[in-house]
């Protein structure tokens, strides 16, 4: 069978009541988690960029802490907030993915559709299924192409779900998502700008237009993942269809993962390491900082630009400026990239080293080794880690995110709200 009705037959047959309380619950976990980082990304400056366009797009979706806009704009907004940050969920694969991101469009089409909680915890789950099995089918980055692209066939998927389509309709929706739309890599390397996390929010909004289009008839390509010129021949030739077999289990959530920190997920443990040796070392006393990584970690993290980062987007993803921003502080938090371009901050970063450790690239993605040697005229201090606190191995605790949704925006009741979200319609909530 074609992985594209492989995807379909999964999307239609999924029902609210076939999913596990562990997978519902996990799935109002993230819920809560984006609504904190999007919330705590209004008035951020791509927020303030695009506020404008909403203006010029009417409609009755809606959009978060901004009224409402058209299905398409109010996507793209949604997600922006979701990701801008940096510090919505993470999965790691062959490639790397924040399924979270799908959050903006569900949130868009089902407040204009009526659509209930339960229905949006359904297509959550369709999502998160269809898009980490494309990260664990192959890798995007080495083609040079970006994880996006995984990502609005998840969204198709989901709002498919959404919208109770056939198989189809399913099929036709991923493919006006996929067919005009791969996205480069060159969103993700070198200075990085608002299209870093722009990149998802487009993706959202073209799921949307797809699922719009095919909802009133548009008919699109009917294999736009393995047809002749479709996404394996020609972008990821290297793709394993087998990971779309047997699709009868719908707990892919359970294996992604919960950021603690506000930087890039292969960044995480980096932090806890930091803010652990802080306490160990002064600053002005280190005379070298070895950070030793895995492969994906040092080529996202450590290339020419993340040493002299300008902007919030460059440094989050940047292992030098985080570790030595949690060393300097020992805190890391939203206002900690107020320390780019800081004197002390600076000269930590030019002690740095950061290697690949292969014995760490063999372990990855399994484990995210990360170890940190602090050199200093006091003596040689190091710690390491497997995995950090958020990861499937090590979930982050209810308490620990509640409070960082508090923490984020301020509002308890809106924590417990969403927490019995299963209960409202989805313009209850945004």
């Known amino acids: 069978m074609p992985v594209e009705e492989e995807i379909a037959s999964f999307v239609t047959d999924l029902r609210f009541s076939d999913l596990d309380e562990r997978v519902i619950n996990e799935v109002k976990r993230r819920i809560i988690d984006s609504f904190g980082v999007a919330i705590a990304s209004l008035n951020s400056p791509p927020s303030d960029a695009f506020s404008g366009m909403l203006k010029l797009n009417h409609g009755e979706a809606r959009v978060i802490g901004n009224g409402s806009s058209s299905p398409e704009a109010a996507s793209f907004y949604n997600t922006l907030l979701i990701r801008y940050l940096d510090f ?3 999965y790691l694969s062959r490639e790397p993915l924040h399924p979270s991101d799908m959050l903006g469009c569900l949130l ?13 915890i359904t297509s959550m789950v369709a999502g998160y299924e269809v898009s980490m099995r494309l990260c664990d089918s192959a890798s995007l980055r080495k083609h040079g192409f ?8 998840g969204m198709a998927a989901a709002l498919s779900k959404m919208l109770n389509f056939n198989e189809k309709q399913v099929v036709n929706a991923i493919s006006i998502a996929t067919v005009p739309h791969i996205a480069l890599r060159e969103s993700r390397v070198g200075g990085l700008s608002m299209w870093k996390a722009g990149a998802a929010a ?46 009868d289990r719908a707990d892919a959530i359970m294996r992604s993962y919960i950021k603690k920190y506000p930087v890039e997920y292969h960044a995480q443990s980096a932090v806890e390491i930091a ?25 996202i993290l450590a290339d020419e630009e993340k040493w002299h980062p300008e902007n919030r987007e460059t440094a989050d993803h940047s292992l030098p400026f985080v570790v030595a921003a949690a060393i300097a502080s020992g805190n890391f938090w939203l206002d900690t990239y107020r320390l780019i371009g800081d004197g002390k901050v600076s000269e930590l ?18 484990t995210l080794p990360t170890r940190i040697v602090v050199h200093s005229s006091e003596g040689i201090y190091q710690e390491e880690m497997e995995v950090p606190e958020g990861h499937s191995r090590l979930p982050l605790s209810d308490e620990a995110l509640r409070r960082k949704f508090v923490l984020l925006t301020g509002d308890g009741g809106l924590f417990e709200k969403l927490r019995s979200c299963e209960k409202l319609k989805v313009d209850q909530i945004v």
């Open 88 to 90: 919505n969920d993470t």
């Open 108 to 120: 868009s089409v089902g407040s204009l559709m009526r659509a209930d909680c339960k229905s949006l």
């Open 146 to 153: 970006d994880h996006v692209n995984f990502l609005q066939i």
């Open 202 to 247: 487009n993706s959202s909004r073209n799921a949307t237009f797809a699922a719009l289009a095919t909802m009133n008839g548009f008919t699109a390509p009917p294999a736009p993942i393995s047809g002749k010129f479709g996404m394996k021949n020609t972008v990821i030739p290297d793709m394993d269809m087998t990971v779309f077999r047997n699709m």
């Open 275 to 299: 803010l652990r040796l802080h306490s160990k070392v002064k600053p002005g006393e280190i005379s070298r900082i070895e950070v030793e990584t895995y492969e994906a970690g040092k080529s």
């Open 349 to 366: 970063m030019k002690k740095i080293e950061v290697r690949e450790r292969r014995d760490f690239t063999e372990a990855y993605p399994s």
